[in-house]
């Protein structure tokens, strides 16, 4: 391999190639979901996903590469659901725990899907660089909505300077918060407190 990030959706220049992304990441959750990030092996990826092995490395370099791909998409998904209508609450505070509690029951219904896609963003190296920073995007962008209330798409706000570093921390705050969860650390309870308390003290009105 020459290179080591994975194809984005943006890159294929074909129906065919971005239909094969698509199994191949449907593939990806369906093993996730049922057997969590151990069950999640290149062969049988490729198997359920009816490509061939060679054509799935071409795609993404390596396993991590593939959860962490699966995992932007989930969040890509998330924010399609989120712009769908406007986000409940008075203040910006209410409305960033609102979505972030709603996307946090998502994760835990599915506790083998969510340990598999969080487990990977732990081992993620910078050689995942790529798709690290989907997933940030995609988690700043779904807080943005929540905190500007605007009736626009999430991907047409424009975030100031400020906006973007908030989130930033918020999600840092999340995704961590989920990891201790995954772990066994922290229950969903906990979960919820770290979110509560991150969000509302950085979103005082």
Known sequence: MTSMNSLTFEELGS???????????????ALA????????????????????????????????????????????????????????GDTAADRVIYALSRNTRALQR???????????????????????HAVGMHVTRMLMRAMHDQDAPSSEIEPTEEDIAVAKVIGDVWLASLVQWVTGRASAADVSRSIDVAVRLLLRD
């Open 15 to 29: 129906a065919a190639q971005r239909d094969r992304r698509k199994r191949i990441l449907d593939a990806t959750i």
């Open 33 to 88: 979901s049922k057997g969590g990030f151990d069950a999640v092996q290149m062969r049988a990826v490729a198997e359920r996903a009816d490509v061939a092995l060679g054509t799935l490395y071409r795609y993404f370099p390596s396993k991590i590469h593939l959860l962490v791909s699966a995992l932007a998409r989930e969040f890509e998904q998330a924010n399609i659901n989120l712009d769908r209508k406007p986000v409940p």
């Open 110 to 132: 599915d506790p083998n899907l969510t340990e598999a896609l969080t487990r990977a963003f732990m081992f993620a190296d910078a050689s995942v660089a790529n798709e690290i």
